[in-house]
């Protein structure tokens, strides 16, 4: 089993749908990271995250450290938020990487 | 801010050459740089660790003398792929974070590198 887990693999979405993916880890983490591949293989910081809750414009993303969960949410999503998003957990001296959920939005 | 750049975007050569990439941080000092490899529609893999001006740390299984790491400066590392051979294409990216791990600050990638060896 891997120590960080996404939910779904993929992922198809109408264009204005709510979106969410899921990251679930089963180690200790100093904090959390929400990363976004588009298709050239660029990777952006979408957000790092340690507790509670964080928004950048459509995008929200929250973290139950308890539960050891995290969600990225994306409100009215458009054609453009098609990429490879992916959660990654930060363990004592490196980052533990999900394999990634693909998202295509389709007008 | 904290931009990183990472050149070249892509690589074709034959087998046997010696590959160069390099990772500048443009707009900050990266005391640490990470260099990550991914092979299609995976993750991406840890390969080494560097801190300017000391050895890297390469993951189990990476062969130091094959990838080739240098920070020489705060805002320069480089990764050469010696010898390299088909099997040696990959996606290589790289990131970099502005103090010490353990100081919590986050990771900027770099675009990565499309390295194919014919």
């Known amino acids: 089993k891997n120590e960080v887990e996404q939910s779904p693999q993929n992922l198809t979405a109408q264009e204005g749908e709510f979106i969410t993916i899921n990251c679930s880890y089963s180690?200790?983490?100093?904090?959390l990271h929400w990363l976004q591949q588009h298709p050239g293989g660029g990777i952006v910081s979408l957000f790092m995250l340690s507790s509670g809750k964080k928004k950048h414009g459509r995008l929200i993303a929250t973290i139950n450290i308890q539960e050891k969960h995290s969600s990225l949410h994306i409100t009215a999503s458009h054609p453009r938020d098609s990429a490879v998003y992916i959660c990654a957990v930060r363990n004592t001296d490196k980052l533990i990487f999900g394999t990634g959920t693909r998202l295509q939005v389709f007008p | 801010g904290a931009v990183v750049s990472q050149h070249p975007s892509w690589v074709i050569c034959k087998s046997g050459t010696s590959v160069k990439i390099e990772c500048r941080s443009l707009d900050f000092q990266a005391t640490t740089m990470f260099w990550y490899r991914q092979f299609p529609k995976q993750s991406l893999m840890l390969m080494a660790t560097s801190n300017e001006g000391s050895k890297a740390t390469y993951e189990q299984g990476v062969e130091k003398d094959k990838f080739l790491i240098n920070h020489a400066s705060l805002t320069l590392s480089t990764l050469t792929v010696t010898s390299a051979h088909p099997e040696d294409s990959s996606f290589y990216i790289c990131?970099?974070?502005?103090?010490?791990?353990?100081?919590?600050?986050?990771?900027?990638f770099g675009d990565g590198t499309r390295l194919s060896i014919l």
């Open positions: 990131s970099a974070q502005k103090t010490g791990f353990l100081s919590n600050q986050p990771q900027h």
């Open positions: 180690v200790g983490i100093s904090a």
